[in-house]
């Protein structure tokens, strides 16, 4: 078994390698630089994590389907996305982009996850919510693992409920929230030119100009670089205020100098 994931933050990392490490599997990033359709031929069953955003799944999770969907061609499939809440159908969504692959669905769910959104009023993180979220999805996640074992099947969302709500998060096509977001960064005169966003950015969206950070319409929605930001000078599609940043996991999926890149006392 092989578990792929994006993770704009370390959540849905988390998942794919908590449960790569139940079901005997090894995770790996869709940001690395690796044959993946050489590593898909030779496995029966692949896992997908990835966070829903507005129970959809990422632009870089899909445009990375359509460039290796061969290598789904024929398999067991395990869906788990991660979720601050509510998605309706947002492990469905991931089904409908291979569906035409001949895929044998043995588990799709979503697992609650802390929010990465630092800049919306209410639901900014707190430690004790990040602790309390890990511990319920460590024990969901164990839990998952030992019905996959037991081969029983479950699928969350697949039901017309499930459609129905994730439809209202999702009124207008994939394509057309793409357009309508490629340009959602926006970086203030805060910025002190570090170059850690246009570093580890994974739509390689970001480069620094002359005038400064520089966006070229690539944005996937990650929230990496507005809760990576030491000067909370980038925001995306809500351009308010950066409040308490979500930095538990993010190092961990940094492409290299993780703990040192990022303040010491906000990573692990
Ligand atoms: C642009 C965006 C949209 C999101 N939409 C939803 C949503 O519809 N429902 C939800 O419960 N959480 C939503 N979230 C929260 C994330 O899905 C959640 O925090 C996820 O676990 C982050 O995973 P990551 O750390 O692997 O990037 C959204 C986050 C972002 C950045
Ligand atoms: S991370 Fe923040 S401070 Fe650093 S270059 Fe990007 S916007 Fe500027
Ligand atoms: S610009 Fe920021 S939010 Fe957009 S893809 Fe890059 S790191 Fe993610």
Excluded at 97 to 107: E, G, P, Q, T, W
Excluded at 108 to 119: F, G, L, R, S
Excluded at 140 to 165: E, N
Aim: charged letters at 20%; one cysteine or more.
């Amino acid at each position: 078994m092989i578990a792929l994931y994006f993770s704009g933050t370390g959540n849905s990392k988390f998942v794919a390698e908590t449960m790569a490490d139940h079901l005997g599997g090894v995770a790996y990033s869709i940001e690395a630089a690796m044959d993946f359709d050489a590593l898909m031929v030779q496995t029966d069953t692949i896992l997908v994590s990835y966070p829903v955003y507005a129970s959809r799944v990422p632009k870089i999770m899909r445009d990375f389907v359509t460039a290796h969907r061969n290598g789904f061609r024929n398999k067991k499939l395990i869906i788990l996305c991660t979720q601050m809440m509510y998605s309706g159908d947002g492990a469905k969504a991931f089904y409908h982009l291979v569906a035409d692959c001949n895929v044998d669905v043995r588990y799709a769910d979503h697992i609650n996850m802390p929010n990465n959104i630092p800049n919306i009023p209410m639901v900014t993180i707190k430690d004790s919510e990040y602790h309390r979220k890990l511990r319920l999805a460590a024990r969901k996640l164990k839990t998952i693992a030992d019905r996959i074992q037991k081969g029983q099947k479950f699928l969350k969302g697949w039901g017309v409920l499930g459609s129905a709500l994730g439809r209202v998060q999702r009124p207008i096509p994939d394509a057309q929230y793409d357009a309508k977001h490629v340009d959602a960064f926006l970086v203030s005169e805060d910025c002190i030119r570090c170059g850690l966003c246009v570093k580890h950015c994974p739509a390689k969206n970001l480069s620094m100009e002359a005038e400064g950070v520089t966006s070229h319409h690539r944005c996937t929605l990650c929230f990496r670089c507005v809760n990576l930001c030491p000067a909370k000078a980038c925001t995306v599609m809500l351009h308010k205020p950066v409040r308490r940043q979500y930095r538990k996991l993010l190092p961990t999926v940094m492409s290299s100098n993780a703990g040192s890149d990022i303040q010491k006392e906000d990573s692990l």
